[in-house]
Structures are given as structure tokens and as C-alpha cells.
């Protein structure tokens, strides 16, 4: 089996990952690196059974980047966790090119459930830099026959359903959410985060095992990975007060009243950031994230989770909490 790394490792798409990947019997940990910016995150289990353990970020030097992708065939590279599309082409593409420069020979990108499913454009400003980051792969393997990539366009997830609610919570609900959207179609293929790290896994534990990267069927390609139903804002927002015995409601609100609320102003820090953020809406509204993919499914060999049954056990946690 090829030598496979995660980077960055620590964080929740990430963890799943690797817990899954490590679950695959013909995964041997001693060829599993695991890269972080904080290694003592990652449970001790894992370096005791042989996971080598580096530190790292995407804001370590190409040159560092490069000593920790050394010895890696196969690398999942979890984009950097932030909507704003030049910071994170700044900081992706070195890590891409670090990679590449230390011997890499497959990347598994970890992109997002916008433009689906294989658009090259989109009105959210969170995915234009996965855009530009998958077409600096094709670009890296047009060039180096012995490089190839697979974008996994992750639909969004069940748990994010936060960020497009206006931060609406399961442990402090309100009757009405304020967001720039009247909650009508189109919507939104939701997916439970773990299944996705399930899935990612798997299509890594494929490809490493794979006797030539001719032989991978997602070689040099997309793959769409999302939930079975398209929800429609306003059906996601009966979920979320069904599982907490209220009738929640969308208002539509301007974009200007939007980035004043104080929630929102908490969250992004100013009103550049939040208006940015909003154009998630409208690449919603344009169809963007209604596509459903039965891939996932066929990868986990079972249906996939359905959002109102991990919202209800997201619920059940917050009572108990």
C-alpha cells in the first residue's frame, strides 16, 4: 500500500477521516503521517500504534511544508478553514505546490458542495478559491504526467446548518431567523460531516491500494458527495424547530440590515467579511448546492444519514448538556 498523509489532521472533517481510515484493515499505521498545527490535539492512541505525527500549517514556509509532506505518496489535503477566497489561494497553492515539489504523487483535495456538480464558476465567494485550487491541480498534472488529483466537492454539512441560519442554535432557539433569503427552493443537498470522513477514506484506501493511477476510476477527477434529498431553506428550518418543539420561521432581511445583527458582527468581526459571506445565498438561490449525488451512498454502501435524524440526536446532546 502506498504511504498516505492528512493535512491539516486536527480538525473535524479531518478527524473523521483518519479514525476511518484507520479502520480499514489493510491500512497499516506505520504508513499513515499525520500533520498538524497542534500534533498533541490528535489522541495518543494513534502515535502508539505507529502514526507518525508532524507539525505543520498552511502557514509554515514552503519549505517546512515540503519536509512534512516527505515520504508521503498519497495526500488529503483539507482545504484552510475560511470563506475568504485570496487568503486562502495564498495560502493553498504553496501547500499544493510544497507537495508536489516533495515527491507527492496523488492529492485528495477536500472541496465544497457550491457549483455542483462539476461547475468551474460560482457566486459564493467560500467556493472561488476551491476553484482556483482544483485548477491549479489539473494545471500541476498537465504538466507532470506522474501527478494526479481528486476534488472531493463535500456537500454541506448537516452541522453547519448554523452559518446559514444566522447562527440559530439547537441550545438557545428563537422562533424567527434573519437571514437574505426567503427560505424557497432551490436548496440544499445537506450531509452528515462523519460520513463524508467516511467516504474520504475510502476513496483513499481505494486509490492506494490501486495498481496504477489509470486504474482509479476518480483519477483526475470530481467527485460529488451529498446527502440523498434536497432540503429547501424553509424545510431545513421546520427540522430544526421540530427537534426543539417550536414553529421556526424564516424573515428575509436585506443584506445591509443582515451584516448589522449582532451575531453576525460577533462572528465575522466587520461588515466586509459578512457581506462576502452572504454571497453563499445567492449562489443558493442560483441552484448551486440542490444537486443529489447517489455516490456517497455507494461508497458507505447504505443510504446515508438523514438531516432530521442528526439534527434530532444534535438536540438530544444539547438537552443533556
Same mark, same amino acid.
Given at each position: ?9 486536527? @480538525? ?20 499513515? *503521517? ?10 495518543? /492512541?494513534?502515535?502508539?500504534?505507529? $502514526?507518525?505525527l508532524?507539525?505543520? /500549517?498552511? =502557514? ?20 484552510y ?8 489561494v ?13 515527491? #507527492? ?26 476553484? #482556483?485550487? =482544483? ?11 506522474? &501527478?494526479?488529483? *481528486? /476534488?472531493?466537492r =463535500?456537500?454541506?454539512?448537516?452541522e %453547519? ?5 444566522? &447562527?440559530w442554535t439547537?441550545?438557545?432557539?428563537v ?7 426567503? @427560505? ?25 491500494n ?16 451529498? @446527502?440523498?434529498k434536497?432540503? *429547501? ?8 424547530g421540530?427537534? $426543539?418543539?417550536s ?17 453576525i ?5 466587520? =461588515?466586509?467579511k459578512?457581506? *462576502?459571506?452572504?454571497?453563499a445565498?445567492?449562489?443558493i ?7 443529489v %449525488? ?6 458507505? @454502501? ?20
Amino acid at each position: 500500500m502506498k504511504t498516505i498523509g492528512i493535512f491539516p489532521a486536527a @480538525g473535524g472533517l479531518g478527524g473523521s477521516t483518519y479514525n476511518h481510515l484507520l479502520q480499514h484493515p489493510e491500512v497499516q499505521p506505520d504508513k499513515v *503521517t499525520l500533520i498538524s498545527r497542534n500534533p498533541s490535539k490528535i489522541p495518543a /492512541s494513534y502515535s502508539a500504534r505507529g $502514526v507518525r505525527l508532524l507539525q505543520a /500549517s498552511y =502557514e509554515s514556509t514552503p519549505a517546512e511544508l515540503e519536509a512534512a509532506f516527505a515520504g508521503i505518496q498519497v495526500l488529503f489535503l483539507i482545504s484552510y478553514p475560511s470563506h475568504v477566497r485570496d487568503y486562502r489561494v495564498k495560502v493553498q497553492l504553496p501547500a499544493i505546490d510544497a507537495a508536489h515539489k516533495a515527491g #507527492v504523487k496523488h492529492i485528495f483535495y477536500s472541496s465544497l458542495g457550491f457549483a455542483l456538480p462539476e461547475e468551474t464558476e460560482s457566486l459564493a465567494e467560500v467556493m472561488q478559491a476551491h476553484l #482556483v485550487s =482544483e485548477e491549479h491541480l489539473q494545471k500541476l498534472a498537465a504538466k507532470d504526467s506522474t &501527478f494526479s488529483w *481528486t /476534488s472531493i466537492r =463535500e456537500g454541506l454539512y448537516h452541522e %453547519s446548518f448554523p452559518i446559514y441560519t444566522s &447562527f440559530w442554535t439547537l441550545q438557545n432557539p428563537v422562533d424567527e431567523i434573519l437571514i437574505p433569503h426567503d @427560505g424557497t427552493g432551490p436548496g440544499v443537498s445537506w450531509v452528515k460531516r462523519d460520513e463524508l470522513g467516511e467516504a474520504s477514506a475510502s476513496l483513499i484506501v481505494q486509490y492506494a491500494n490501486s495498481p496504477a493511477p489509470s486504474a482509479y476510476p476518480w483519477n483526475k477527477r470530481r467527485v460529488v458527495l451529498t @446527502g440523498l434529498k434536497e432540503w *429547501t431553506l424553509a424545510d431545513t428550518v421546520k427540522v430544526l424547530g421540530n427537534a $426543539v418543539g417550536s414553529d421556526v420561521r424564516i424573515k428575509q432581511i436585506g443584506i445591509d440590515e443582515w451584516v448589522k445583527l449582532p451575531q453576525i458582527i460577533s462572528y465575522f468581526g466587520e =461588515e466586509g467579511k459578512a457581506r *462576502t459571506w452572504a454571497t453563499a445565498w445567492d449562489a443558493i438561490r442560483a441552484g448551486e448546492t440542490k444537486f443529489v %449525488s447517489p455516490t456517497l451512498a455507494e461508497i458507505l @454502501g447504505r443510504e446515508p444519514e438523514a438531516f432530521e435524524v442528526t439534527i434530532g440526536q444534535l438536540a438530544k446532546d444539547a438537552r443533556v448538556v
